[in-house]
């Protein structure tokens, strides 16, 4: 006979009376069990209830703590009835209210008995039940699809019945939930929503860092796949609006959601990548049966979850979980279903060559436009070809022009954009059409979605292929706010940063770029959260031109311009930064480069005695890194003909007095062929103060006029007409001499 503790017992023993080993065991002591259940809604209020099992709840019993097994049952000492007292929390999921009692309860437990508990009038209580529930329905859920994730053994925090409607959150850890209105259902009573919130959480918790990353729609997207792959049903939400009717259809009839057509509000542009999963997964059920077909879709989804940063970088991703053998190149055993899916949502990553203008000359009838598309699979019906398009304007004029037809001859796709004029910027964009009716559009950009080239003979003033060490070249670069190790990361090199970055493998000549965070040992290819660095040019000559521009190759990530901000200043004038959608949180439009551009930025207006000097900044919130600059081929040009002093009008010339020309006379035209102008550090007629901008609150309004309207032209307190190198942050002086002497020669670049 052996007494023991855990657990509690008392047994018979039997031993074999020759040998001593043990040949059977029985328990002496009498115990009672019982289960624990939630009658809750199975999806929504509306519709059907259904009783749960209470997995791993703690309770008391008989005063003793204890939790639920893994099947909702509890078990004591004797035969007798017990009593059970229970909040709503276990070690796995702690269910709290904001507002309202939280939910305890104590009943007695009948030996093989069950104890239903539920809280039918009381949206409170209830709301705790049914968190409790379905959160647990979830974790498992997932636990099945990675039971490797360390993250589902810890303790989730459920919040619920916040003084709040129509919504509900997650944190990246914990998921929230708002009490119900009129219009509205309590969240927490939605078992959708509960997925779709724990997707969230899921999702910044199964990040592979250094590979994958957090963006908001494509996370929205995943969470509305989770909810529906558990449910089975691709309307999203049913019962938000206390009816029926889905907050979202993830398959709705007679649409397919397409990238990049329909980014918009991130809960709208994550259906793209939930609706490419929803086919997908339809696709392997019907080819491999219900079971075997949503663990493969769930499988390859979570792949994506694991390892994409976005929406478009989910294709990829599909394919690596497809892939049997490390080589993508001979195809996948699913790729036909997997183009054909990812295809119809704007999502297949086809590569293109196309012909790489950047400066061409006036003189052309036209620009012809090469294109010849890369990646496609012969073996897959309707992967091919149909049609190709360009569709152009000029950057400075929105004036909608015809679209230009492509030819084909083999595989190669030409078209022709009409003559403009020189001095002209020209954008343009292709769009590719597939047998299948997919289509692409190239660039792949939404934050600067057409690629441009120059019209006009350019005269090189400055020019260096980062072949050579910029930073013994007179280049510098400096931390101007934040803190911490490497985040002035500003560096020089051969491009080594991982995908997640999507940052280049290779310079777009020679071997060498400059940028943030060219990746490589202890480096992960991203720039860092809330810091502001740049990098400065020397000091470059220009001379008399007028029209001089900054020519160069750009391959930049950032986020949308409401969060992170890539800028570029001359003569710390801005002159060009990346788009901003300026919608809040919803503000989702990151500039993605996925080759090298070629970026024309004038510079008129920007030179002061001459001179200029380019910066590029970087300055970043809290939140969302990508791979930043990386910059080739820098070249800062003018226009041949633009020559102020000449007394010959051209371009962007507003004015030009030959010798007169003159930055401190009044009334005069400027030696940069500008017409005076408030701002301009000289006092014209009309104003009565000038200190060489256009800010208000330095006793000199931004009218140039002295407080109060006075006329008296005296002393303002400025100092005009002066030119200071550049100045940056807390009056940071910074002084680089011109290094070296470089040839002014014309040229044409144009290929």
Sequence with gaps: TIDSTAPIGKWQVYLDAKTGERVAKEQVLRFGSGTVEFHVPRRHPLGERATFPALDLDVNVDGKAQSTNAAGQLSWQGIAAVNVSSAVTGPLIDVSSVSGA?????????????????????????????????????????????PNLAWLDTQLPVR?????????????????????????????????????????????????????????????????????????????????????????????????????????????????????????????????????????????????????????????????????????????????????????????LVNIESGNLSVVGPEMDGYQVELKVLDLVPQCP?????????????????????????????????????RAAEGDVVRYRLTVEFADGSKKTYPENLG??????????????????????????????????????????????????????????????????????LGGELRNGSYQSSITNYLLSPTIEIGDYSDVRLQYRRWLNVEDGFFDKATIYSNNQPVWTNFNSDNDSQSTIHHTDREWRFHDVSLIGTPVAQQI?????????????????????????????????????????????????????????????????????????????????????DRCSNSCLLPGGSENTGDCGCTVGAYRPWTKGNSLLLLLAFMGFWAVRRRRRQQ
């Design 382 to 418: 309707g992967d091919s070809v149909s049609s190709a398009t360009i569709n152009w304007q000029l950057r400075d004029d929105n004036t909608p022009t015809d679209p230009v037809a492509m030819t084909q001859s083999g595989e190669l796709y030409t078209g022709v954009i009409p």
């Design 613 to 697: 000097q380019i910066m590029f900044e970087l300055k970043t919130d809290q939140g969302l890194e990508l791979g930043g600059w990386n910059i080739d081929d820098f070249c800062i040009v003018a226009n041949q003909n633009s020559v102020c002093g000449d007394s010959r009008l051209y371009g962007p010339e507003e004015c030009d007095e030959g010798g007169a020309n003159s930055d401190t006379e009044p009334n005069a035209c400027r030696t940069s062929c500008l017409a005076p102008s408030c701002g301009d550090g000289v006092v014209d007629s009309g104003e009565t103060c000038d200190d060489g901008n256009t800010e208000d609150g």
């Design 102 to 146: 939280p939910f305890a309860v104590n009943f007695v437990l009948a030996d093989d008995g069950t104890s239903v508990l539920e809280s039918i009038e009381d949206e409170v209580a209830e709301a705790q039940l049914a968190t409790f529930i379905h959160a647990r329905i979830v974790k498992d859920y997932v636990r099945n699809i990675n």
């Design 160 to 348: 619920v019945n916040i003084e709040d409607d129509c919504n509900a959150f997650s944190d990246g850890n914990s998921i929230n939930f708002f009490l119900s209105s009129g219009q509205c259902a309590n969240t927490a009573l939605l078992a959708d929503v509960v997925y779709h919130e724990f997707g969230h959480s899921m999702h910044s918790n199964s990040i592979i860092e250094g590979v994958g990353a957090f963006d908001g729609a494509f996370s929205e997207g995943l969470s509305d796949y989770l909810a529906a792959t558990i449910t089975g049903d691709p309307a999203m939400g049913v019962g938000f609006f206390k009816d029926e009717s889905p907050l979202r259809h993830i398959d709705p009839l007679d649409k397919e959601h397409v990238w990049p057509d329909d980014v918009a509000e991130i809960h709208f542009t994550g259906i793209i990548f939930a609706g490419a999963m929803w086919d997908l997964r339809k696709i392997f059920v019907e080819k491999f049966g219900q079971e075997l077909g949503v663990e493969m879709a769930d499988r390859y989804y979570y792949g994506a979850v694991q390892r994409a940063s976005n929406i478009p970088a989910t294709y990829v991703e599909i394919l690596l979980e497809d892939d049997d053998d490390g080589n993508l190149s001979n195809g996948t055993p699913n790729i036909c279903d997997i183009n054909s899916v990812f295809g119809a949502h704007g999502l297949r």
């Design 448 to 517: 600067d979605p057409y690629y441009e080239f120059y019209i006009g003979e350019v005269v090189e003033l400055f020019c260096t292929d980062f072949e050579n060490d910029p930073f013994a070249n007179g280049w510098t670069h400096a931390l101007a706010a934040g803190s911490g190790e490497g985040a002035d990361d500003w560096s020089w090199g051969a491009p080594n940063a991982p995908r997640a970055s999507f940052d280049p493998q290779a310079a777009y000549s020679g071997n060498s770029v400059v940028g943030n965070d």
